[in-house]
């Protein structure tokens, strides 16, 4: 496989995985972010539990989709890199 398809294949897993993390951040952000009771205590116990169940398998899937991914090598992304910038060659 061509180095740059394996950076598109892991630019694409990046964006996926960004989205499912985002989608547990924001499970979480709810409950732990707002206003307490009267009390200083979480509202909802119930609510916050199953949000925190959804946010986890949620993150489950991201360290699942992170192993699933065939990440490029650093020296793939500077050989990449090196194929992207043009070379300037001064000519006297």
């Given amino acids: 496989m061509r180095n740059n398809s394996k950076i598109c294949k892991a630019r694409e897993s990046s964006s996926k995985i960004g989205k499912v993390a985002g989608d547990a951040i924001l499970e979480l952000e ?5 206003p307490r009771n009267g009390h200083g ?5 119930k ?3 199953r949000d ?3 946010a986890i398998r949620q993150l489950q899937k991201v360290v699942r989709m992170i192993d699933e991914t065939d990440w490029p090598t650093d020296a793939e992304y500077e050989e990449a890199w090196v194929r ?3 070379h300037i060659h001064v000519v006297k």
């Fill in 30 to 34: 709810f409950h732990y972010s707002s």
């Fill in 41 to 45: 205590c979480l509202n909802d116990i």
């Fill in 47 to 49: 609510g916050v539990r």
């Fill in 52 to 54: 925190t169940c959804t």
């Fill in 84 to 86: 992207r910038t043009p």
